[in-house]
T-cell receptor
């Protein structure tokens, strides 16, 4: 069965600190995608990144970076020099392909990040 | 690209009433998904449409739930005889297909009195 675990329920940091959000997944699929979404208080899920199972290169986008390690089934997300605007709930998700070539997302429970001035 | 639009944003109703939510996906997206999110949890998959065809339904979608996408554009999700446990955020997402990411709307928050 597919499963995503985000062990950190809440993280609180002071502005400009670096913070890493952990994500561990389980799947029997050989091909899959991993995602991170941000959910600010307004409620909309905002897509941040997609990574396929064959690409273990780490990725950096501005203050955001992602570390994908297939050996440990982890896809961790680091925010460098955090800002108050980063405060949100962050979800890690795993795609599960169904017959017909489409997929559904399996989400973790989320990590609530609070960045204080 | 106007994004995924959901209506209403909030719905408060008494137990036993029927409710209907609407989702307008991004115009060129042929794939549409419904998810449900309860407090403190991640979204859970409910159902999927490719164009007007409903191709997958989760076990979470009881007989009281029905979803349609009549012309392959907007979709509706109806809940009949609502129960307390139906209180949640209902999220709609769309994608252009393949392995492209799903883009989510703001959701409809349902509260059952």
């Amino acid at each position: 069965a597919q499963k995503v675990t985000q062990a950190q329920t809440e993280i609180s940091v002071v502005e400009k600190e670096d913070v890493t959000l952990d994500c561990v997944y389980e799947t029997r699929d050989t091909t899959y995608y991993l995602f991170w979404y941000k959910q600010p208080p307004s409620g909309e899920l905002v897509f941040l990144i997609r990574r396929n199972s064959f690409d273990e290169q780490n990725e950096i986008s501005g203050r955001y970076s992602w570390n994908f390690q297939k050996s440990t089934s982890s896809f961790n997300f680091t925010i460098t020099a955090s800002q108050v605007v980063d405060s949100a709930v962050y979800f890690c998700a795993l795609s599960h392909f169904l017959s017909g070539g489409y997929n559904k997302l399996i989400f973790g429970a989320g990590t609530r990040l609070a960045v204080h001035p | 690209d106007t994004g995924v639009s959901q209506d209403p944003r909030h719905k408060i109703t008494k137990r036993g009433q029927n409710v209907t939510f609407r989702c307008d996906p991004i115009s060129e997206h042929n794939r549409l998904y419904w998810y449900r999110q309860t407090l403190g949890q991640g979204p859970e998959f409910l159902t999927y449409f490719q164009n007007e065809a409903q191709l997958e339904k989760s076990r979470l979608l009881s007989d009281r739930f029905s979803a349609e996408r009549p012309k392959g554009s907007f979709s509706t999700l109806e809940i009949q005889r609502t129960e307390q446990g139906d209180s949640a955020m209902y999220l709609c997402a769309s994608s252009p297909g393949g392995n492209q990411p799903q883009h989510f709307g703001d959701g409809t928050r349902l509260s059952i009195l």
